[in-house]
């Protein structure tokens, strides 16, 4: 191999970029170009929309790549049942399965709703069950997972906070009825099945008032 700075130097950040691009596995330029047929629902700025007392859209915009590409890998085999979903991942191949989860995942986080109605009390069990967990019963933190401020943790544990209220208290429901189970080691089925509907709303509510992850 030549030794040439010059050469070294275009090597060495080829290298990275290189990097950067399989952790994403995607293209956000092309993403972009898919995401016109996500827009609809889950807004230009990937906030999403809480829908009370309806099927909320849950924010995308600065999750994880590879979680994102998970769940729609998941939707579009049917471990995961969304027939709300399914007829716009059936449009997408594995490649644009990757740039639109790279486009999502570099946009910035924003707020969420569905938490501004909840009492003072159910706040303060959502942040007990977020931040400590209850050993009574045998529920773990939140964020033992799902990572310092519940901001999420690398590919597997997704962000939660300033997530929609609707759509986080939707999910757990869906896990502890056993129509959501495509997550690893049922560790979040576990969890879910240990809380009551109370719980629930609470940790979902809390979790909403939270600010979006600094990115
Ligand atoms: C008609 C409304 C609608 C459209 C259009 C739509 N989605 Fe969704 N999406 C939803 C709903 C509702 C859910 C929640 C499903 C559930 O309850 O499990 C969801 C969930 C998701 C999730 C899982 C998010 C998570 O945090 O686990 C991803 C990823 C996603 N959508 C990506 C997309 C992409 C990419 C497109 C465009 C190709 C798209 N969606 C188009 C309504 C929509
Ligand atoms: C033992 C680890 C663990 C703990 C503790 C945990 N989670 Fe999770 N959670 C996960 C994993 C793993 C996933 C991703 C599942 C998948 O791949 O679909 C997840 C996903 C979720 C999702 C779906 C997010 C989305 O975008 O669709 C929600 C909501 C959630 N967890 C809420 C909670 C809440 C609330 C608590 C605390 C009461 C909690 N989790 C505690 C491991 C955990």
């Not at 069990?125 to 977020?130: E, H, I, M, P, S």
């Not at 509907?197 to 940790?203: C, E, K, N, P, Y």
């Amino acid at each position: 191999m030549k030794k040439r700075p010059g050469a070294l130097l275009t090597l060495g950040l080829a290298a990275s970029v290189g990097i950067a691009q399989a952790a994403s596995a995607g293209d956000p330029q092309k993403g972009a170009e898919v995401a016109n047929l996500c827009v609809a629902c889950h807004q230009a700025d990937g906030s999403g929309m809480n829908i009370a007392g309806g099927e909320s859209w849950p924010r995308l915009a600065g999750l994880d790549a590879n979680y994102l590409a998970k769940q729609l890998h998941d939707i579009k085999s049917g471990v995961r049942q969304s027939p709300t979903m399914m007829p716009f991942v059936a449009m997408l191949d594995d490649q644009k399965i990757a740039d639109v989860s790279a486009y999502y995942s570099q946009m910035p986080a924003t707020p969420a709703k569905g938490g501004e109605q909840a009492t003072d009390a159910a706040l303060k069990r959502g942040q007990q069950l977020a931040e400590q967990g209850d050993w009574s019963d045998y529920i773990v933190s939140c964020k033992s997972c799902h990572g310092p401020g519940n901001h999420g943790a690398g590919g597997n544990f997704p962000g939660i906070a300033s997530q929609h209220a609707g759509y986080i208290e939707a999910q757990l429901k869906a896990w502890k009825a056993g129509t959501r189970k495509n997550d690893p080691q049922d560790l979040m089925g576990s969890i879910a099945r240990r809380m009551s509907d109370d719980d629930i709303h609470a940790v979902a509510a809390w979790l909403a008032t939270q600010s979006p992850a600094a990115r």
